[in-house]
């Protein structure tokens, strides 16, 4: 599956942005989607994932309840709502599908096989 992230942008902190993943080649339907980022001369850092039960999405502490992850199987796309967003949210951001993920390696990068080219998104202070 191919997939294909976009929405990033340059916003002020406080603003929002809205980021979406599109898959082609196959449906998203039975992945498990995730997003994560990455700042200049930093690790790759989990975001969030959402399971294919469509169950509640999981979060990483330094997000939760600024970003909401949702999915849409019908259009093969996944999505992430960022709020409230502050300069250290400035980073490339990747959307992740995998198969077949434990719980516990649901934030480990290298338990996903398919990436976005990934998008920016630069919080200005």
């Known amino acids: 599956v191919q997939l294909q992230a976009s929405g990033g942008g340059l916003v002020q902190a406080g603003g929002s942005l809205r980021l979406s993943c599109a898959a082609s080649?196959?449906?998203?339907?039975?992945?498990?989607l995730a997003w994560f980022r990455q700042a200049t001369g930093k690790e790759r850092e989990f975001v969030g994932v959402?399971?294919?039960?469509?169950?509640?999405?999981i979060y990483a502490d330094s997000v939760k309840g600024r970003f909401t992850i949702s999915r849409d199987n019908a259009k093969s796309t996944l999505y992430v709502q960022m709020n409230s967003l502050q300069p250290e949210d400035t980073a490339v951001y990747y959307c992740?599908?995998?198969?077949?993920?434990?719980?516990?390696?649901?934030?480990?990068?290298?338990?996903?096989?398919?990436w976005g080219q990934g998008t920016q998104v630069t919080v200005s202070s």
């Open positions: 992740a599908a995998g198969q077949s993920i434990i719980y516990s390696n649901l934030g480990v990068p290298s338990s996903y096989h398919n």
């Open positions: 080649g196959r449906t998203l339907r039975g992945y498990t």
């Open positions: 959402i399971r294919p039960t469509n169950s509640n999405p």
